[in-house]
């Protein structure tokens, strides 16, 4: 009887494995969000894309082994509080985001929860990180340096618009980058000896054709456009340009490819493909405070030379060989 009922046991447990294997609870998957303060895209291909596919280049799965979450504030930052709150609850592992009140608004509910931020003009004036080798607290990833970069772009506005008498700067009354944006430009304006610029600040993209007017009217003979969604697509911005016969320039080359004159920053996709590594090594254990902030290695100067003809400029031959990608 013994054996019968050992045997039985054998039996019964070798049944009865597999179920409660099955029973035991699964690896929990890793979720990761994107919080942008702008619409999401229209079309075509969204640069958080080539975070999710560099991703997806060292192993990670949307659905297998990776969930993602997207949440857009449509250019309206008094949103981003509420989609920050919603995150946290869901919850997630880590926040990507572009922008600063973004991320400050994930800070102000958690200093806990990692966060990768990617375009960031200044993230120490911005007070996001300590440092850009030691960030401290729970934010980490990369920089665009748009406002160190201040001098460079004023400097290439002279050379392409040799007579211009004052350069108009475009900005976002709200955004949090704008003050250091305009201390820096001010900053390396009198250094390049430049009259005064023209800074005109708008709450609204609805505001921006009048702001194109008031920039005819103060006789600016350039205009140089801040990196933020929260002035609208940069289609209408560049066409807005052509329209005043303003020579404008951006920090990202997408402005050129769209038909504004000339831009010249980091290369953006390299930007938002190195954010996975950031996101990688997070969910791998890695700590946000002892991960040095990344600075951008590679700049692009792109020149629309069919908008060039169109304003009838003359773009310098030593710019010309300099470029990177002239668009014809």
């Known amino acids: 009887m013994r054996r019968i009922g050992l045997a039985v046991v054998v039996a019964l447990s070798l049944t009865l494995a597999p179920l409660v294997s099955e029973a035991q609870p699964s690896e929990k998957m890793p979720r990761i969000a994107f919080l942008h303060v702008g619409p999401p895209p229209a079309s075509g291909p969204s640069p958080l894309g080539l975070t999710v596919k560099r991703l997806r280049e060292i192993g990670y799965e949307e659905g297998r082994n990776l969930a993602v ?29 572009a922008d600063t009140d973004a991320i400050l608004a994930v800070r102000r509910l958690s200093p806990k929860i990692p966060i990768v931020m990617t375009v960031i003009a200044d993230p120490v004036g911005s007070e996001l990180v300590a ?3 030691r960030p401290g607290g729970n934010t980490t990833g990369l920089t665009i340096m748009s406002s160190e970069l201040a001098g460079k772009r004023l400097e290439l506005l002279k050379l392409i618009v040799p007579r211009a008498a004052r350069v108009a700067v475009l900005a976002h009354r709200d955004h949090r980058p704008t003050a250091q944006l305009i201390r820096e430009t001010e900053t390396a304006a009198q250094a390049l000896k430049l009259p005064a610029l023209y800074i005109v600040q708008v709450r609204d993209p609805n ?14 003979g350039a205009l140089f456009i801040q990196n933020t969604d929260l002035l609208g697509p940069l289609r ?31 290369n953006l996709d390299d930007v938002w493909r190195r954010a996975a590594t950031y996101v990688d090594k ?47």
Not at 207 to 220: C, G, L, T
Not at 244 to 264: D, I, Q, S, T
Not at 302 to 321: D, E, H
Request: aromatic share 6%; proline share 8%; hydrophobic share 50%.
């Open 131 to 133: 440092s850009l080798a």
């Open 207 to 220: 505001e921006i054709e009048s702001a194109f007017v008031s920039m005819i009217q103060a006789r600016a």
């Open 69 to 97: 979450e997207y949440r857009w504030a449509d250019g309206k930052i008094d949103r981003l509080p509420g989609l920050a709150a919603e995150l946290l609850r869901l919850p997630v592992d880590v926040i990507i985001s």
């Open 236 to 266: 209408p911005l560049a066409a807005l340009a052509i329209k005043h016969r303003l020579p404008a320039m951006h920090p990202f080359k997408a402005f050129a490819e769209v038909g504004g004159l000339v831009a010249y920053g980091p």
């Open 282 to 328: 997070i969910l791998k254990g890695a700590k946000p405070a002892d991960l040095p902030v990344e600075q951008p290695t590679k700049f692009e100067l792109v020149i629309n030379l069919k908008t060039a003809k169109t304003l009838g400029l003359t773009i310098p031959q030593m710019l010309l060989l300099r470029a990177d990608q002239l668009i014809e």
